[in-house]
């Protein structure tokens, strides 16, 4: 299934509340667009979890155009994408591969986000393009995290390196790089444990894990994946700033999308954070993974055709 109607299936709540609360708006053929108006647009696009400053610059966008006029509701839909997918627009290259080496990717978030699953969906995917993955189970804390990404390892055909319960989460992560370079691995991916951004002690050990696998390859970790639970919706703001504020993190994979009516928190980080979303989780198979394409994300959330 292409992205754009995998999105479309996983955005159905948030395609819904758009359009029927936009379609509204129309009770006649065409609307004037007044005070009245952008005040009930704006409270419509908030309602998605845009946030305040995306719905407010999409809301100003239809009336500078079109104040005073009385106009259809198409007119009004194509001035709110134009301004969203310039909002969103990012880098086209999900992965940068390092030039010489294995390609180190450390993955971050809070618990419970689809982290692991993430994991497994990213590897199938490299590995089907014909990659060689390491993955590295340094979540030492939790036993079932080690033994569900050596379940997925071993389903996906790849090597995993993993240290005793309990153990130092950075020197997993050093055997990992370690084994990646002796095996001439494309790629190296990292778990780490699930945290909240508040618990500095656990944060200070992700940046202890970024240290020591720089002293290893100087420009590694090449990238820091921070996982998102779409559901969580503004809630998904407060951990990308403090994760990239204490990991640097490149870019976000976001799960869980199917389902939430909070399809719009997407636009939200990539404004106030300015992180690029890199992937997108759609499903519980390996395979339901997809590079996220800002354009495809804006169509979709305001299609019509959508499976009921």
Known sequence: ???????????????????????????????????????????????????????QEATDEVGHQFRGRVVERDAIIDVIKAKLKQLMRQESAPIH??????????????????????IAKLTKLMS???NKVILGAADTFRAAAVDQLKIWAKRLNVEI??????????????????????EYADLCIIDTAGRLQTQKNLMNELEKIKRVIAK????APHEVFLVLDATT????????????????CTGIMLTKLDGTAKGGAVIAIRKNVGLPVKYVGLGEQAS??????????????????VKK
């Open 161 to 182: 390196v993993t240290g005793p319960e309990r153990s130092d989460p950075a020197s997993v992560a050093h055997k990992t790089v370690t084994r990646a370079i002796e």
């Open 128 to 130: 089907d393009l014909g």
């Open 97 to 118: 591969f390092a030039k010489k080496g294995p390609t180190v990717i450390l993955f971050c978030g809070v618990n419970g986000c689809g982290k692991t699953t993430s």
């Open 216 to 219: 290893q390859i100087p420009d």
């Open 1 to 55: 299934m292409a992205f754009f109607d995998k999105i479309k299936q996983g955005l159905q709540k948030t395609v819904r509340i758009l359009n029927t609360d936009v379609r509204d708006l129309f009770k006649t053929e065409g609307r004037l667009v007044d005070e009245d108006f952008l005040n009930m647009l704006f409270e419509i696009l908030i309602k998605t979890d845009m946030g305040v400053v995306a719905a």
């Open 288 to 305: 339901d993974i997809a590079e996220f394409d800002p354009d495809s994300f804006i169509e979709a959330m305001f299609d019509e055709e």
């Open 233 to 248: 919706g503004q809630n998904g703001l407060s951990q990308a700033k403090h994760f990239t504020d204490s990991v640097s």
